[in-house]
């Protein structure tokens, strides 16, 4: 009786022990799922707390990033604006060079407008011409002046006096363009067709009366000024 006590107890405190042991098991298993769930969780703060940083890094890099880009567009813009300005100089350079190489040209009567000139005036009847021109433009007046001689003289035959010399202008300005005057209204026929003539090859004249640097009747006077810049 006493033996089956004892084993009886001994059961008991062997069921105890296991229960023991089985809730420090059971204790352990929940503290170790706590620590899962803890870490769990900081791994999970320390994702997003990473995520926001990035994020807002990239943004800081992007919002630079287009700051950049808008600078770098503004001085695109500036440099097209200022290229623009360098263009419009040099073009305006460019017209100023080209008026003044027009300027300092001599008078074109190439073969092109020489052979039109001698067409307008083929059946012209031949008179009388005296060929002057200004002492302001020297050369280049006499070389024009010396090209019409030998066009009026040579080619077409009309009566052109033989001295071909400089005139002053009498007055405040020197003449510009070509003037034709006539001594009588004899002469107003070839003065006309000589004026045409010029029209035709591109030469505006102007149509005088009178003239008081005639050397003989029946003239018509040819007084070559300075050459207009568009000529």
């Known amino acids: 009786m ?26 352990l298993v929940y503290w170790s799922q706590r ?47 200022e290229s623009a300005q360098a263009n419009e100089r040099a073009a305006q350079a460019q017209l100023e060079l080209e008026k003044l190489k027009a300027a300092q040209a001599p008078w074109d009567f190439s073969g ?9 005036l083929r059946s012209q009847p031949r008179g009388k011409i005296l060929i002057m021109y200004t002492s302001a433009d020297g050369t280049r007046a006499s070389d024009f002046a010396d090209a019409l001689n030998r066009v009026l003289k040579t080619e077409l035959g009309f009566d052109v006096w033989g001295y071909i ?46 003239s008081g640097t005639a050397s003989e009747a029946n003239q018509v006077v040819i007084a070559i000024g300075i050459k207009p810049s568009k000529r």
Do not use: H
Request: hydrophobic share 45%; no cysteine; aromatic share 6%.
């Open 165 to 210: 010399g400089p005139f002053t202008s009498a007055g405040p300005s020197p003449l510009v363009g070509i003037e034709l005057s006539m001594t009588d209204d004899s002469s107003r026929s070839l003065r006309d067709a000589l004026g045409a003539a010029f029209q035709n090859i591109g030469i505006d004249t102007r149509l005088a009366k009178g």
């Open 112 to 120: 092109e407008k020489r052979a039109i000139f001698v067409k307008s």
């Open 2 to 27: 006493r033996r089956l006590v004892r084993d009886l107890d001994a059961w008991n405190e062997i069921g105890l022990f296991a229960l023991a042991v089985a809730t420090l098991a059971a204790a």
């Open 35 to 81: 620590q899962v769930i803890a870490l769990q969780k900081q791994e999970a703060s320390d994702k997003a707390e990473a995520f926001e940083k990035y994020k807002k890094e990239s943004d800081l890099r992007m919002t630079v990033a287009n700051e950049g880009i808008a600078l770098a567009n503004a001085r695109a813009e500036e440099a097209k604006a």
